[in-house]
């Protein structure tokens, strides 16, 4: 049985018996299998959307006033959205739709980024899609969701550099920290690599400079997650302040330090090709926002790229078998941080994390970019 089908039945097993479940005891008591606590309203996250495209209609600008929202929360996003919102003409009326075709598209995300899986990889992601930040994701009905299933797409079509690059910057200017999984984009020869990340880069700085002005109501607007549900170099310090960053720093530098003196003295291996690209959009991400300061728990939904990458590396490479099997033990620990039920242990599984895929997305690194890095004459062509 091939590694899709056995995703497929276990995803279907699973969801029917979350079914029997809440049509017996009540749907709104499913989310204590993860600890979540419900929101008084379903799809609370795509309430902020439909609520905003109401406040639009009433003359309102909701990143700064969005008295639709159920909760008055302004909508953390880049005008496009706005656009997007009033383009659709949808309202608070369609909140359930859109939040049950959020979920949908996440879970049709997973089957388009892999053109096939193995058995361990299918077991190990079956397992992660019935996480507690996944469903923390599901129940909010969150946008990053969406954005997952964008990514997918992107990574799926990366043999058409240019409409690959299209998808990814329309991700991209959506919720901005996309640009973070632009890394899948060095898979091309050298030149053809140079000219479609150059190219994405201008379009998003662009973008940026073009929504200068409104950035920092964006960011005041978005809400930060604390303790269990949140992921970063200030996750866990609740009164994150800008000092926060100074041992963040100390480690992140030396760990860099390391890995570099340790890849010149090794040589960079060779790596299997397959889920390469999947594999360097969701560290990406990972490593990007975990730099950003702390980011709710279900944007860790892109770790799931990330691991028939690491399982081949666990079978075929000895040389990246050892961190694979970390990153694979710290994505399953990140994911789970309400069963774990220790906001130290979740930090340190998330820290672990952060400074694995380092070291594998610099060690996967091309050819050409390892010379820059390295001047190393170790290096391997992959």
Same mark, same amino acid.
């Given at each position: 049985?091939?590694?899709?089908?056995?995703?497929?039945?276990?995803?279907?097993?699973?969801?029917?018996?979350?079914?029997?479940?809440?049509?017996?005891?009540? $749907?709104?008591?499913?989310?204590?299998?993860?600890?979540?606590?419900?929101?008084?309203?379903?799809?609370?996250?795509?309430?902020?959307?439909?609520?905003?495209?109401?406040?639009?209609?009433?003359?309102?600008?909701?990143?700064? $006033?969005?008295?639709?929202?159920?909760?008055?929360?302004?909508?953390?996003?880049?005008?496009?959205?706005?656009?997007?919102?009033?383009?659709?003409?949808?309202?608070?009326?369609?909140?359930?739709?859109?939040?049950?075709?959020?979920?949908? +598209?996440?879970?049709?995300?997973?089957?388009?980024?892999?053109?096939?899986?193995?058995?361990?990889?299918?077991?190990?992601? =079956?397992?992660?899609?019935?996480?507690?930040?996944?469903?923390?994701?599901?129940?909010?009905?969150?946008?990053?969701?969406?954005?997952?299933?964008?990514?997918?797409? =992107?990574?799926?079509?990366?043999?058409?550099?240019?409409?690959?690059?299209?998808?990814?910057?329309?991700?991209?200017?959506? !919720?901005?920290?996309?640009?973070? =999984?632009?890394?899948?984009?060095?898979?091309?020869?050298? !030149?053809?690599?140079?000219?479609?990340?150059?190219?994405?880069?201008?379009?998003? +700085?662009?973008?940026?400079? $073009?929504?200068?002005?409104?950035?920092?109501?964006?960011?005041?607007?978005?809400?930060?997650?604390?303790?269990?549900? =949140?992921?970063?170099?200030?996750?866990?310090?609740?009164?994150?302040?800008?000092?926060?960053?100074?041992?963040?720093?100390?480690?992140?530098?030396?760990?860099?330090?390391?890995?570099?003196?340790?890849?010149?003295?090794?040589?960079?291996?060779?790596?299997?090709?397959?889920?390469?690209?999947?594999?360097?959009?969701?560290?990406?991400?990972?490593?990007?926002?975990?730099?950003?300061?702390?980011?709710?728990?279900?944007?860790?939904?892109?770790?799931?790229?990330?691991?028939?990458?690491?399982?081949?590396?666990?079978?075929?490479?000895?040389?990246?078998?050892?961190?694979?099997?970390?990153?694979?033990?710290?994505?399953?620990?990140?994911?789970?941080?309400?069963?774990?039920?220790?906001?130290?242990?979740?930090?340190?599984?998330?820290?672990?994390?952060?400074?694995?895929?380092?070291?594998?997305?610099?060690?996967?690194?091309?050819?050409?970019?390892?010379?820059?890095?390295?001047?190393?004459?170790?290096?391997?062509?992959?």
């Amino acid at each position: 049985m091939q590694g899709k089908t056995i995703l497929v039945w276990i995803v279907s097993l699973v969801l029917a018996c979350l079914v029997v479940f809440g049509y017996f005891v009540g $749907y709104d008591h499913i989310w204590a299998i993860w600890k979540i606590p419900p929101m008084p309203l379903s799809f609370s996250d795509t309430r902020n959307l439909t609520g905003a495209a109401e406040s639009l209609a009433l003359g309102y600008d909701p990143l700064h $006033y969005n008295p639709q929202d159920p909760w008055n929360r302004p909508l953390n996003h880049p005008r496009l959205v706005q656009h997007i919102l009033r383009f659709t003409h949808v309202n608070l009326g369609h909140t359930t739709l859109i939040g049950i075709l959020f979920g949908l +598209l996440f879970l049709t995300g997973v089957f388009i980024a892999f053109r096939k899986l193995d058995k361990p990889s299918a077991i190990i992601i =079956a397992f992660l899609l019935f996480s507690p930040v996944v469903a923390l994701g599901i129940e909010r009905g969150n946008h990053d969701l969406l954005i997952f299933f964008l990514v997918a797409v =992107a990574i799926r079509l990366a043999d058409r550099a240019w409409l690959s690059m299209l998808i990814l910057s329309l991700a991209s200017f959506i !919720k901005l920290f996309p640009v973070f =999984a632009m890394v899948y984009l060095v898979r091309y020869s050298t !030149k053809k690599s140079m000219v479609v990340c150059s190219i994405f880069f201008l379009i998003f +700085l662009s973008y940026i400079i $073009y929504n200068l002005p409104d950035l920092p109501q964006v960011f005041k607007s978005t809400l930060k997650g604390h303790y269990h549900w =949140a992921y970063g170099v200030m996750a866990y310090d609740e009164k994150a302040t800008s000092a926060s960053y100074i041992p963040a720093a100390a480690v992140l530098i030396s760990t860099i330090i390391f890995y570099l003196n340790n890849l010149r003295l090794q040589g960079w291996k060779q790596s299997d090709l397959t889920y390469l690209d999947a594999f360097r959009a969701g560290s990406g991400v990972y490593l990007g926002t975990f730099l950003l300061g702390n980011c709710w728990s279900y944007r860790m939904i892109f770790l799931i790229f990330m691991v028939p990458q690491l399982v081949t590396w666990i079978k075929i490479d000895r040389d990246r078998k050892l961190i694979s099997i970390v990153s694979i033990v710290a994505i399953i620990g990140s994911c789970c941080p309400t069963w774990i039920d220790s906001g130290i242990l979740d930090e340190i599984f998330n820290w672990l994390l952060f400074i694995s895929l380092l070291y594998l997305m610099i060690s996967s690194l091309p050819y050409s970019i390892q010379k820059v890095l390295l001047g190393s004459r170790n290096a391997a062509k992959i």
